[in-house]
């Protein structure tokens, strides 16, 4: 599985940014779909994911403001992220869970600055 993360960039402070991950094969079968963060010097971390049911979760410090979709007949997530903080700057990566393995995306720069 292949999955390819898009839609990162630069951004004041209280801007808006979407990313996106289109898969090469079917979400259908998906167990999982998230997103992960790593800034510099720091360990990589779980910002938020989706199952295959569409239940959602996040992590405390962007709920209200990130909210994660996926649009299945495209092979896609999204990460709608709002309200961004300098201390949201990061490498984002997309994960894939199937039952048959785990996959990452080649990772997208989000970087807050004014």
């Known amino acids: 599985v292949q999955l390819q993360a898009s839609g990162g960039g630069l951004v004041q402070p209280g801007g808006s940014l979407r990313l996106s991950c289109v898969a090469s094969?079917?979400?259908?079968?998906?167990?999982?779909m998230a997103w992960y963060r790593q800034a510099p010097g720091q360990q990589r971390e779980l910002v938020a994911e989706?199952?295959?049911?569409?239940?959602?979760a996040y992590a405390d410090s962007v709920k209200g403001r990130f909210t994660i979709s996926g649009e299945l007949s495209k092979n896609t997530v999204y990460l709608q992220m709002t309200s961004l903080k300098p201390e949201d700057t990061a490498v984002y990566y997309c994960n894939a869970v199937f039952f048959i393995g785990s996959w990452w995306g080649q990772g997208t720069q989000v970087t807050v600055s004014s």
């Open positions: 989706i199952t295959g049911s569409g239940g959602t």
């Open positions: 094969e079917s979400l259908f079968s998906v167990k999982t």
